[in-house]
């Protein structure tokens, strides 16, 4: 499985952009770029994926280098309720669909 | 939809007894997936079903540990006898295959068994 790599931690005052970012400098051709988050107490949840261009949901937008080796997780305007691990994760659009979960980035968020 | 249902939400146990563990996935979905979460290991799957047949189980600790999912709605985590390295929130998760292939899991909220 291909690696990523991502800050341990992040703070980020409430109704402030946050860009939490990841590298995956070895994805291959056909990986998708997985985010999810977990909650305090709670089951990770999925927050967004992409595979070349940008994307945008309710939760997030996905900002994808043009030589896809790093991504950018874009929280608009963050709230208290924002605070969790968020999960960068390779999967394969093939095959194994398996999710292989690193450390992940815990983001705190100050009032 | 109510969502993945995972019971016990807590079990405490003493070491050596027998532990099962249940869940409920989304319904209609064809992958369900068991995991488990510890401080020192963090998030680790454990083992993954398609349309009910284990496809991979090679994040199985050992013997001690094994799964069932006699039909589609219903999943079962054994853990015989237990350890109390086997402490840990155990997630299960289901998910649907698309065409696309970049379907989300959906995850349960957890069993947070201890193993005394």
């Known amino acids: 499985d291909a690696k990523t790599t991502q800050p341990n931690s992040m703070e980020s005052n409430e109704e402030e952009p946050v860009h939490l970012p990841c590298n995956h400098s070895t994805i291959s051709g056909t990986d998708y770029i997985h985010w999810y988050r977990q909650l305090p107490s709670q089951g990770p949840e999925y927050v967004i994926h992409?595979?070349?261009s940008n994307v945008n949901n309710r939760m997030a937008s996905l900002a994808i280098a043009e030589d896809r080796k790093s991504s950018t997780l874009i929280l608009h305007r963050a709230t208290l309720r924002d605070a969790a691990v968020y999960y960068c994760i390779l999967r394969q659009r093939w095959g194994a669909q398996k999710l292989v979960f690193g450390q992940g980035t815990r983001l705190t968020i100050n009032p | 939809d109510a969502g993945v249902i995972q019971s016990p939400r807590h079990e405490v146990t003493e070491m050596g007894q027998e532990v099962t563990l249940r869940c409920k996935p989304i319904s209609g979905h064809d992958y369900l997936f068991w995991y488990r979460q510890t401080m020192m290991r963090g998030l680790e799957l454990l083992i993954y079903?398609?349309?009910?047949?284990?496809?991979?189980d090679s994040g199985m600790p050992e013997d001690r540990f094994s799964a069932k999912m006699p039909n589609a709605s219903f999943s079962t985590l054994k853990i015989q006898p237990s350890e109390p390295r086997d402490s840990a929130v155990y997630f299960c998760?289901?998910?649907?295959?698309?065409?696309?292939?970049?379907?989300?899991?959906?995850f349960g909220p957890g069993t947070r068994l201890t193993v005394t």
């Open positions: 998760a289901s998910s649907l295959a698309r065409l696309t292939a970049s379907y989300e899991q959906y």
């Open positions: 079903f398609n349309n009910n047949v284990p496809i991979d």
């Open positions: 992409g595979l070349t």
